[in-house]
Nanobody, 127 residues
Framework: QVQLVESGGGLVQAGGSLILSCASS????????IGWFRQAPGKEREFVAM????????YYADSVKGRFTISRDNAKNTAYLQMNSLKPEDTAVYYC????????????????????WGQGTQVTVSS
């Protein structure tokens, strides 16, 4: 099992920045990739960004490309999501996620190939 714990959410004005952290523990050696999804009220959970555990490739949803940056610190078993130029439509609960699947397969299958979820952290962007 792998445990994921998010932190760093909050309330920010449009145009502002936030950084989310995801601390992982347990059988982290079994993970191929770690990433972020989000779910706004009344909407389905959607992919935001992901990064393989052992390479520097990164993948983003078109809606956040150029504004969000995903990174990881393997020594700390922690992943980060730097969010800049935030918009009201970025308001959602953000979930850290991890998968044992190859990242390219995870990127296509998204939720279906996600093995572990964090509890979520609320991000609210005011206009």
């Amino acid at each position: 099992q792998v445990q994921l714990v998010e932190s760093g959410g909050g309330l920010v004005q449009a145009g502002g920045s936030l950084i989310l952290s995801c601390a992982s523990s347990g059988r982290t050696f079994s993970i191929n990739g770690i990433g972020w999804f989000r779910q706004a009220p009344g909407k389905e959970r959607e992919f935001v960004a992901m990064i393989p555990w052992t390479s520097g490739n990164t993948y983003y949803a078109d809606s956040v490309k150029g504004r969000f940056t995903i990174s990881r610190d393997n020594a700390k078993n922690t992943a980060y999501l730097q969010m800049n130029s935030l918009k009201p439509e970025d308001t959602a609960v953000y979930y850290c996620a991890a998968s044992r699947a190859p990242v390219m397969k995870w990127r296509v299958a998204a939720i279906d190939e996600t093995d572990y979820w964090g509890q979520g952290t609320q991000v609210t962007v005011s206009s």
